[in-house]
């Protein structure tokens, strides 16, 4: 797992960036290390838990929907500025479709991402999938 801050003196940092194996076993320590970082950020409590557990959900879609177990890397990215956070998370997977049937207990995370999140953006393309979510901060 490797973090990159771009240089400089900023206090707290506006940007964060981990990039983590495509494992499901890694999940605790980037919703850990997500959660550090977010404490230095102008959210309350409920704001902050809305956006881990939708980088939670978005990670999990990566690693299940995107690698499904080649070996690949997931990038999680945050940038704040003094309107919005932005979280980006990408595969250079393949998209994996949903199954048509319904399935009472899977296939949910898109739709808590969306529940949680104002905006939400998602891309995909031949060389992987990213989601775009931005959360307004309070002036």
């Not at 240089?7 to 494992?23: I, S």
């Not at 207990?105 to 953006?121: K, N, T, Y």
Request: glycine residues 8%.
């Amino acid at each position: 797992m490797t973090t990159t801050r771009p240089p400089g003196l900023d206090c707290p940092p506006t940007r964060w960036e981990l990039q983590f194996p495509a494992k499901a076993d890694q999940l605790a320590e980037v919703r850990h290390r997500t959660q550090e970082w977010l404490t230095q950020c102008p959210l309350d409590e409920c704001q902050a838990y809305d956006v881990l557990l939708a980088v939670g959900e978005a990670c999990a879609n990566a690693i299940e929907h995107g690698h499904r177990g080649d070996g690949g890397t997931v990038r999680l990215a945050f940038a704040r500025d003094v309107a919005a956070l932005r979280v980006t998370v990408a595969d250079h997977g393949r998209w994996k479709s949903p199954d048509p049937g319904p399935d009472q207990v899977r296939g949910r995370g898109m739709a808590i991402i969306r529940a949680l999140i104002p905006e939400v953006e998602v891309r995909i393309t031949s060389r992987g999938t990213t989601v775009d979510m931005r959360i307004p901060l309070p002036r």
